[in-house]
C-alpha cells in the first residue's frame, strides 16, 4: 500500500546532535566508540577512540572488551557506519 507521507528537515539531527559526546558506532565489522568531535559529507572523526571487540550487557556501565586504538584521533568512513548513538 502506498501512503502520502510528509517529509520534514530538521538542522542539527543526527551525528551533528551528538558533536561532543562520546558516541557509539555499530560499524560493518566492529564497533567503535569516541568523543564525536568531527562530522563531514564523508567521514567522522572520533578523539580518543576505542574498538569494542565483546560489548557484555548492554544495561552493564561498561563494556567487556573495550580496547583504546592508542591514537588521539580516528576517522570513520560514513558509509560502513550501520547505526550509532550515546550508550555508555
Known amino acids: ?7 520534514c528537515e530538521v538542522e542539527n539531527e543526527g551525528l551533528l546532535k551528538l558533536l561532543g559526546k562520546r558516541v557509539t558506532f555499530f560499524c560493518l565489522n566492529y564497533i ?9 559529507e564523508s567521514c567522522v572523526l ?12 548492554f544495561t552493564d556501565s561498561k563494556y567487556k572488551d573495550e ?5 588521539e584521533e580516528f576517522y570513520l568512513q560514513k558509509n560502513c557506519i550501520e547505526s550509532f548513538g550515546v550508550l555508555k
Do not use: H, R
Open 1 to 7: 500500500m502506498k501512503k502520502l507521507v510528509e517529509i
Open 32 to 40: 567503535y566508540v569516541g568523543e564525536l568531535i568531527g562530522v563531514n
Open 46 to 57: 572520533l578523539k580518543n577512540p576505542a574498538i569494542v571487540y565483546e560489548t557484555g550487557a
Open 67 to 71: 580496547q583504546s586504538l592508542n591514537i
